[in-house]
């Protein structure tokens, strides 16, 4: 009897949780989900009209180009990104694990970054990387020609690139600061004494016991990189032309300021489908590499 009650009481504590999880993300997703198949244009007045696969032939057909341009650039911000945020933050990680006052100051500064708001990382680097920013009045004023840090598309793009990672930096760092601590050290000593080098210890040793970390930095990483707006908005506005248009601006800043809602919440499903299948794959791929490890030990 006491059982039943216990487990009833437990049952109702998760109560608010689930009715703040079930108003804050089931339902706004599934309006959007319905929205998907309609043509509204966010009027509450107006009736959504019902078009079925319509605005998602839309996303897939688009005439202009412009939807899978931001395709192409939120995958290439997503994968060099990722890959670019967690080899630095690894090998920070790697430097930075000992704790001495230099290395806690180190971590700390790190970090700030990403306490700042996104849109004003942007509006930082656009004041210092900008045609009129510091830098190029630096070079114009020395007798050299200014970079085109935001106005070549080449140039944009790699700058943005740049400026995520630069954000996301801290974050990642201390996941793999976490994860270093949790790595065995009789091991690493056993190793060593074995006659084993640092490149050695790290791919027998440290590498596997990061595993799961591993795991969660890309996952993290890449999610946050497949929805990055406010840096865009605030550092090349998705300019020059559409070079640095992402997927989530493309949302945010054409369509819905379009009044396209229907439109809009399409793109934002199919964005939220992505992510969902790369997350799963990550995670599906990560353990496949685990389970053969083992067995190869």
Not at 69 to 76: A, R
Not at 81 to 97: E, Q, S, Y
Request: include cysteine; charge should be neutral.
């Amino acid at each position: 009897m006491l059982g039943r009650r216990g487990a009833r009481g437990r049952g109702l504590m998760t109560v608010p949780a689930a009715l703040i999880y079930v108003g804050l993300m089931v339902v706004p997703v599934g309006y959007a989900v319905y929205y998907s198949f309609t043509e509204y244009n966010g009027i509450p007045s107006q009736t959504p009209q019902w078009v079925g696969l319509e605005n998602y032939t839309r996303i897939f057909t688009d005439p202009t180009g412009d939807m899978h341009s931001s395709l192409w650039v939120t995958g290439i911000i997503a994968v060099v990104g990722a890959f670019g945020v967690n080899v630095i933050a690894l090998g920070l990680a790697l430097l930075l694990r000992r704790t001495t006052p230099f290395t806690a100051f180190a971590r700390a500064v790190m970090f700030y970054p990403h306490v700042l708001s996104a849109l004003i990382v942007g509006f930082l680097w656009q004041a210092i990387l900008g045609p009129q920013g510091a830098v190029n009045n630096l070079l114009t004023g020395s007798g050299r020609s200014a970079l085109p840090f935001l106005s070549d598309p080449g140039w944009a793009l790699a700058t943005m690139i740049a400026v995520i990672v630069w954000a996301q930096l801290g974050v990642q760092l201390v996941l793999y600061l976490a994860g270093l601590q949790a790595v065995p050290a009789d091991l690493q000593e056993a190793a060593t004494l074995d006659g084993a080098g640092k490149a050695q210890v790290f791919q027998h040793v440290t590498w596997p016991a990061l595993a799961p970390t591993v795991t969660v930095t890309i996952v993290t990483s890449v999610l946050s990189l497949l929805k990055v707006y406010e840096v865009v908005l605030g550092l090349t506005n998705g300019g020059p032309g559409d070079a640095t248009q992402t997927w989530a601006y493309e949302i945010l800043a054409v369509s819905f300021a379009n009044n396209k809602v229907g439109l809009a919440c399409a793109q934002a499903v199919l964005l939220i489908v992505v992510a969902g299948i790369l997350s799963f794959t990550i995670i599906a791929l990560r353990k496949r590499a685990e389970e053969g490890a083992e067995a190869l030990s």
